[in-house]
């Protein structure tokens, strides 16, 4: 007997760490998606140096991931005999990736997993429903759900996933209760000497005490200093 058809699931979370799930069911597709677009990109200056022929591509930034699919939702009862009704399905989809939650002040993150090998965690971009059969009386029975997701990282985590030691890109540090500037310098370029510049960049008396949960902007040396 073979293996049972593995569903995409969909799940929703009120913490941007993805570890607190909303009550109730992740949302299970009837129909598992034909096609999956997961963009990347990369962006770059173009910087043409004098007597030069052509410009030279300067990394500016990578922006998030992308993953834009579409669902079918069939109430004909051919797919799943219990599940005929397209308002309950629309608002179960709706409840997890759109609906505004009263206790997050947000809309959910999102989880989108389908098997072992695709997880993608995010927020919702966009959600545009086509509607494509209907009962006699007007009742919606198939629809078609486009789904744009971003990908969501929390910001400590994109902390420790830039390279803190680059010294031409800027850099977010969230202060910790008696860090000072040159102790921040020496971690993020290993140099404390230019604990002056992040000072006038961030308009701070450089001998001040700093605040724990502060977020400081650390400019990048190269192009600023």
């Known amino acids: ?39 990347r990109s990369i962006e770059y200056n173009e910087q043409q140096a004098p007597n030069t ?5 300067k990394y500016k930034s990578t922006p998030v991931d992308k993953l834009n699919f579409d669902l079918t939702i069939d109430c004909t ?8 009704s397209m308002e309950d399905e629309i608002n179960d ?3 997890i990736v759109y609906t505004y939650n ?6 959910n993150f999102v989880k989108v997993q389908w098997g072992k090998s695709l997880i993608f965690k995010g927020v919702l971009k966009s959600m545009d429903v086509s509607f494509t059969l209907f009962k006699p009386d007007g009742s919606p029975l198939r629809a078609k759900v486009s789904l744009a997701f971003s990908e969501y990282i929390a910001p400590e985590t994109v902390e420790e ?22 102790q921040l ?12 510049h992040v000072a006038r960049f961030n308009n701070l008396n450089k001998f001040r005490n700093l605040k ?14």
Request: hydrophobic letters at 30%.
């Open 102 to 107: 009263g206790k997050i002040h947000r809309p």
């Open 161 to 182: 996933l830039d390279a803190s030691e680059s010294p031409d890109i800027s850099h977010l540090v969230t202060v910790t209760e008696g860090h000072t500037l040159p």
């Open 1 to 39: 007997m073979g293996a049972s058809l593995e569903l995409m699931k969909i799940t929703g979370y009120t913490d941007e760490n993805y570890q607190d799930a909303v009550p109730g069911q992740p949302y299970v597709v009837m129909i598992n998606p034909e096609n999956l677009k997961w963009q």
């Open 53 to 57: 022929s052509a410009p030279s591509q």
């Open 77 to 84: 009862g051919i797919v799943d005999p219990d599940r005929t």
């Open 212 to 225: 724990g949960g502060e977020k400081l902007i650390f400019p990048p040396i190269i192009q600023s200093a």
């Open 93 to 95: 989809l709706e409840g």
């Open 185 to 196: 310098c020496q971690k993020i370029w290993k140099d404390d000497s230019y604990y002056i």
